[in-house]
């Protein structure tokens, strides 16, 4: 079983950056993924990481803006999100999934509690 605990939500301007963090328990072998759900609004992709670190996907509406990083020895996945527009504002939540990152949300077992981001204009 992994427990999934997220953090570094918050409030800020347009323009300006947060850095989220999701520590997991149990074993450490899995790929990671942040998604985000706007009110109103399905699920959806936001960037993956492989187990190893060794691959990254993102979503369209985040590339050059966001990046996802891995540290295996501290069992914590980061997003680093810049220049937040407030169409980012949402709860984001971590997952993780066996070894191969994945886009689509159906894939994950383990998923965070979510953390809330809110950009304000």
């Known amino acids: 079983q992994v427990q999934l605990v997220e953090s570094g939500g918050g409030l800020v301007q347009a323009g300006g950056s947060l850095r989220l963090s999701c520590t997991a328990s149990g074993r450490t072998l899995y790929a990671m993924g942040w998604f985000r759900q706007a009110p109103g609004k399905e699920r959806e992709f936001v960037a993956a990481i492989n187990y190893n670190g060794g691959g990254t996907s993102y979503a369209d509406s985040v590339k050059g803006r966001f990046t996802i990083s891995k540290d295996n020895a501290k069992n914590t996945v980061y997003l680093q999100m810049n220049s937040l527009k407030p169409e980012d504002t949402a709860v984001y939540y971590c997952?993780?999934?066996?070894?191969?990152?994945?886009?689509?949300?159906?894939?994950?077992?383990?998923w965070g509690q979510g953390t809330q981001v809110t950009v304000s204009s």
């Open positions: 997952a993780a999934k066996s070894v191969v990152r994945s886009r689509d949300p159906g894939d994950y077992n383990y």
